[in-house]
């Protein structure tokens, strides 16, 4: 089994940018949508991006928010990928040519025609929130759901912790993981034990350790 990639979503801190790239994670989420209690500004999300070190990519996360806004959050952050939460659709996504990935509510609706509208995802972010609601509460939907064979990467989301991490990976096998308030000691203050913690679990799983 190949390694699984991590994200730490919902950075805020310049500082927990830094001890997860130390760690080894693959990506930062940065979290742009006013509707998130973890939203920062385009410029404090830019100072975040500048500190990533080369391989570490940044991905700004948006829902159902104003083109205009995401368009001008996008040219100053400059991230590597967006991530798209709401009921935008796939010409909505793809209009600021940046590579995107799609979340998918697991809480409800139909994830197949979620899948469908967003053919051209370069990779889609199973999440436990309900469609229309943002993610990041900490809730886990029934991994015998998460989809096998898709043309694009799977990445498995929502109430991952450190300790049922590991067991997730062995049950889906997930392209990447990705977690957000399980490594916080409060809404965008992530806790530099809890993340290391985390990505100890995933490496373990990930060698087939137990």
């Not at 920062?40 to 700004?60: D, G, H, K, Q, T």
């Not at 139909?110 to 609601?133: C, I, K, N, S, T």
């Amino acid at each position: 089994m190949s390694r699984v990639r991590i994200k730490f979503c919902g950075i805020t801190r310049i500082e927990d940018a830094v001890t997860a790239c130390a760690l080894g994670v693959d990506a930062i989420g940065l979290v742009l949508t006013p509707r998130s209690r973890r939203c920062i500004a385009p410029l404090a999300a830019r100072e975040i991006r500048r500190a990533l070190p080369p391989f570490v990519a940044a991905v700004a996360l948006f829902m159902d928010d104003e083109p205009g806004f995401i368009a001008d959050a996008v040219a100053t952050v400059q991230p590597d990928l967006l991530q798209f939460h709401g009921g935008e659709t796939q010409d909505e996504c793809l209009r600021l040519d940046v590579p995107y990935l799609k979340a998918i509510a697991m809480g409800g609706g139909d994830p197949a025609a979620q899948l469908h509208e967003h053919a051209a995802a370069v990779g889609f972010v199973f999440d436990a929130h309900a469609p229309g609601m943002p993610g990041g509460a900490g809730n886990v939907f029934d991994w015998s759901r998460f989809p096998r064979d898709l043309a694009r990467p799977a990445i498995l989301a929502g109430g991952l912790t450190c300790d049922n991490v590991g067991a997730a990976i062995r049950a889906v096998r997930p392209f990447a993981v990705d977690v957000s308030s399980a490594i916080e000691s409060a809404p965008g203050i992530k806790d530099a034990e809890k993340m290391r913690r985390f990505v100890d679990e995933v490496e373990r799983a990930s060698s087939g350790k137990r």
